[in-house]
């Protein structure tokens, strides 16, 4: 077969569950192009957030993805923090941290199940999803929430850890710390995971550069970067940890770099319940002076970057955010190419894509299919829409 | 008048179907549990068939006449299987010459039509499911007929009657070299036929989206749901019949189905799916290696 046939993944991502739309161009079963379509679920956080006052931003930001629901307002407030000069007592930093690599583990975990269920493993999945579940299980405990834990806030958390929660979590880490052997085992010994992942989607060091991967997808193709390493932040300086990677760059590699994270995530979060002092767990904030901010959290599939700047009110005038799924979703212009569909199928979910993370508006018109919009051609839009809408009405300028 | 009721109730369609939907239960309760899940009622799968009867026919308007035709096809090709082997299970002498062969070619038929079905209904995922179902085909079919052909080797008769007998005397097939060889390569085979995993890459929902069945629904999605249901019933019985025949009372051959059928979902829930190639290359490669050893070592007498 030398004739293209288009293989379409989406809109409607039948596992992914998300609205993101890829293009497969296949001949036979080999993948020869693939476009990548983002944008049917653009929500406008970043205009929201500049009508929202400082406090809200943090549970808004937090909306922006339900997996890694603390990194966005972990970043957020980070921005602020460095904005403001806040230093936040000592306390609320080991919180951070820990609700962070709570996150973290939860977050590899629900992203190996996934995989399994990829190709075509559902035991691997059911029961790394089962393993989750006594995480999330923590949360509800520590926060009330399974998920958006609401703990961040400018100048501290809302809810300390108590000491009663601690050793239902040093248990459920030991459990987890199991599991994570046991699925070591199950997913690097297996030979038929091996056929499947390795040498599958290869991201080279050169290419993972060159397209700005970040997170694990970065650490597998064997670039070394942390934030919580290169540029602390939290208690992250105060706990050792080894950031694990791989050279390979293949599927297999990312999983065996995520695997690796779980034992760090659980390292980190007990050093933190050991070291972590007594006081307060927030300061009150009187005022956002004017300036700008910046905030970088290592979210689980990477780096998460907000940048805030205030004009002395109490509301942000301008709130960017770069997702790290916004980097990692495209490199798959890359990997997918040139292997077969269902390599496709697994190497489209292995840089943990996070849609709702990564949504951009986009236009789409008939006639020049698709493309994104610059912000001056929105301004130029939004301009000829007054004209029109002048016109009808029949307003006329008065000066 | 007795042909009909044989292969329309028994051991014919309506019992096999039965069977056939119990065993698919009991594949959701021992997977769901396996998983760490619940599983469904032991009616569940009835519910299933019954819900789909109950809904429209949906023929795409590029599909072919084929596509309406091939859910039958597949659905007459295993019911015949299923009255074939009861008979014979119920009576020996019910057996003729050849039968075997027939069967072999029969089990093929349901892949055929679901291959017929899928590439008439003009859908890009399901030509791309059924050129996989089409390779698949070639990769186990090989295996599947050397490993028969050990049986007749050892037999020394193309007939279910004479395996049965030989069994009788000589002990099950299984319990020699060549046998536990080719039984081993017939399970993987079996595996296959079924469309489980590591096997079910023509269907690969995570891939192309249930592939070659992603045009059926209602009633012809049932149809091939239900030839789905009775392969489960009648492969683990071929292979009872085949392999591990000695004694066919009735609780012996309950518990050796049970026991099949237990290791198929087993196979199926410790692997993940492979690619087509790799799935090719298995049983072109060492599955049927082993068919060849088990062969050679049947004509000598081991």
Redesign the interface.
């Known amino acids: 077969m030398s004739h293209k046939v288009v293989i379409p993944i989406g809109p409607y991502h039948p596992l992914q569950e998300e609205p993101e739309f890829f293009r497969l161009y296949v001949e036979g079963e080999r993948v020869v192009d693939i476009d990548i379509v983002i944008g049917y679920n653009h929500r406008g956080i970043e205009e929201l957030s500049e009508h929202k006052h400082f406090d809200q931003v943090a549970y808004l930001v937090e909306r922006i993805c339900g997996i890694c629901s603390t990194s966005h307002p972990f970043a957020y407030v980070n921005a602020i923090e460095d904005l403001a000069h806040i230093q936040v007592p000592e306390r609320a930093l080991y919180i951070r941290t820990i609700i962070a690599e709570m996150e973290r583990i939860h977050s590899h975990l629900l992203w190996l199940g996934l995989a399994g269920h990829f190709i075509g493993y559902n035991t691997l999945w059911m029961w790394a999803w089962r393993y989750r579940e006594p995480i999330l299980d923590c949360f509800e405990m520590i926060c009330g929430n399974r998920n958006h834990y609401a703990m961040m806030k400018p100048g501290g958390v809302r809810r300390d850890i108590l000491n009663e929660h601690i050793s239902p979590l040093k248990k459920t880490l030991d459990e987890i710390s199991r599991a994570t052997d046991m699925f070591y085992g199950a997913v690097v010994d297996d030979p038929v995971i091996k056929a499947r992942l390795k040498g599958v989607g290869i991201l080279t060091k050169e290419q993972a550069r060159n397209w700005c991967v970040v997170g694990p997808t970065a650490r597998a193709s064997g670039i070394d970067i942390d934030v919580r390493r290169d540029d602390p932040y939290g208690a992250y300086d105060r706990v050792s940890f080894n950031v694990p990677t791989e050279q390979e760059g293949d599927i297999f590699a990312k999983t065996v770099v995520r695997l690796k994270e779980l034992y760090e995530s659980i390292r980190i979060i007990r050093q933190c319940l050991d070291k972590m002092p007594k006081g307060e767990i927030e300061i009150k904030i009187k005022e956002i002076p004017a300036g700008e901010g910046i905030g970088r959290v290592e979210a689980p599939r990477g780096e998460c970057f907000h940048y805030v700047r205030s004009d002395g009110t109490n509301r942000p005038i301008r709130h960017k955010i770069r997702a790290p799924s916004y980097m990692n979703v495209a490199s798959n212009k890359i990997a997918a190419v040139g292997g077969t569909i269902s390599d496709a199928a697994i190497t489209l979910a292995a840089v943990d894509p996070c849609y709702c993370c990564t949504e951009r508006c986009s236009v789409i018109r008939k006639e020049d299919n698709q493309r994104i919009l610059t912000g001056w051609e929105l301004i130029k839009l939004s301009q000829e829409k007054t004209e029109k809408l002048k016109k009808e009405i029949g307003f006329k300028d008065v000066i | 008048m007795k042909l009909v009721f044989n292969y329309l109730v028994f051991p014919g369609f309506l019992f096999s179907a039965v069977v056939g939907l119990f065993s698919g239960w009991f594949d959701r309760k021992l997977?769901a549990r396996?998983?760490?899940?619940k599983g469904p009622p032991w009616y569940q799968n009835f519910l299933d068939i019954l819900k789909l009867f109950s809904k429209e026919v949906i023929i795409p308007t590029q599909a072919k006449f084929t596509f309406f035709i091939s859910p039958f096809v597949g659905l007459c090709a295993v019911v015949i299987v299923s009255t074939m082997l009861g008979r014979v299970l119920l009576d020996p002498s019910e057996s003729f010459i050849g039968d075997l062969i027939v069967l072999v070619y029969l089990l093929v038929i349901p892949a055929i039509a679901l291959i017929l079905g899928a590439s008439s209904s003009g859908n890009?995922?399901a030509?791309?499911g059924a050129?996989?179902e089409m390779k698949l085909i070639l990769g186990y079919e090989l295996p599947f007929i050397l490993s028969i052909l050990t049986l007749i080797i050892k037999t020394g008769a193309i007939k279910l009657e004479a395996i049965l007998n030989h069994q009788m005397v000589y002990g099950s097939h299984i319990a020699s070299f060549s046998g536990v060889i080719a039984f081993l390569v017939t399970l993987l085979c079996i595996q296959a036929k079924l469309g489980a995993?590591?096997f079910?890459?023509s269907e690969?929902?995570?891939?192309?989206?249930a592939g070659t069945l992603i045009e059926y629904s209602g009633p012809l999605l049932a149809l091939f749901k239900l030839t789905r249901a009775i392969l489960l019933y009648i492969m683990p019985l071929f292979l009872t019949i085949l392999f591990i025949g000695k004694d066919i009372s009735f609780k012996f051959l309950f518990l050796k189905y049970i026991g099949l059928i237990t290791l198929i979902i087993l196979l199926k829930?410790?692997?993940?799916?492979?690619?087509?190639?790799?799935a090719i290359k298995f049983f072109w490669g060492p599955v049927s290696f082993l068919a060849c050893v088990s062969v050679i070592l049947a004509l000598r007498g081991w």
């Not at chain 2, 396996?34 to 899940?37: E, F, L, N, T």
């Not at chain 2, 690969?204 to 989206?209: D, F, G, N, T, V």
């Open positions: 997977t396996i998983q760490w899940r890009p995922l030509a791309v050129s996989r995993v590591p079910d890459i690969a929902e995570q891939e192309i989206m829930n410790t692997n993940p799916r492979l690619k087509i190639e790799q």
